[in-house]
C-alpha cells in the first residue's frame, strides 16, 4: 500500500506541476495518468463523495463524515498539527462540530483520476462559521485538497488538507 501512495503521491506531482520540465519517462507518466482521468463513473462517484461530505459537514454529523473516510485517514488542518488515523479524526470532528457550526459550499476546481484505486480533488468552499460560544458568524473562505482512495469498490477520503484564502486577521 505504501508503494501505491507513493506511486500516486508521483503522479499527483506530475499532473500538478504540468507546467513544470519533466524528462521524456515523467511525461510519459504524466500521460498515462491523464489517460484514467476520464473515467465518467468514477467522476461521478467522487462528487457525490464530495457532496455527501459538504451535507454531512453542514449537519455536524460526525458519523456520517467518519463513514467518508479510510480507517488510515489522515486530515491537515490549517494551523493545526497532523491528525492521523481514523479515531484521531474522528475527535477532531466532534471537537469542531462542538466549537463552530459550518455552513460551506465546495465547488470543484479539479478532479484527477490517476490510477485505479487513487484520485485527488481540488476544491473551494465559501460561506459562514458561527462560533457556538459567542455566537459570532465570520466567513469561511477555503482551499483543499482530497486524497481520496478506493476501498472495496467505493471512493473514500484518505488524505484532506485545507487553508483558508481570507487575508490574516480576517
Not at 503521491?9 to 484514467?36: H, K
Not at 486524497?147 to 484532506?160: N, S
Request: hydrophobic content about 45%; charged content about 15%.
Amino acid at each position: 500500500m505504501r508503494k501505491n501512495f507513493c506511486s500516486m503521491a508521483v503522479a499527483i506531482l506530475l499532473v500538478a506541476g504540468g507546467g513544470l520540465q519533466a524528462g521524456p519517462a515523467a511525461l510519459a507518466a504524466a500521460q498515462t495518468t491523464s489517460a484514467t482521468a476520464t473515467n465518467p463513473a468514477d467522476e461521478a462517484a467522487i462528487k457525490t463523495v464530495l457532496a455527501s461530505y459538504e451535507t454531512a459537514l453542514n449537519a455536524s454529523d460526525t458519523d456520517t463524515v467518519m463513514s467518508l473516510y479510510t480507517d488510515d485517514a489522515v486530515l491537515l488542518p490549517q494551523e493545526t498539527p497532523t491528525v492521523v488515523g481514523a479515531e484521531a479524526v474522528k475527535q477532531f470532528y466532534v471537537g469542531t462540530f462542538k466549537a463552530i457550526k459550518i455552513d460551506l459550499k465546495f465547488q470543484i476546481a479539479e478532479v484527477q483520476i490517476v490510477s485505479d484505486e487513487w484520485a485527488f480533488l481540488r476544491t473551494t468552499s465559501a460561506g459562514t462559521m458561527k462560533v457556538l460560544a459567542t455566537g459570532n458568524e465570520i466567513p469561511a473562505h477555503t482551499q483543499e485538497l482530497f486524497v481520496l482512495q478506493k476501498e472495496a469498490g467505493q471512493w473514500k477520503l484518505a488524505r484532506y488538507g485545507f487553508s483558508s484564502t481570507l487575508p490574516a486577521g480576517m
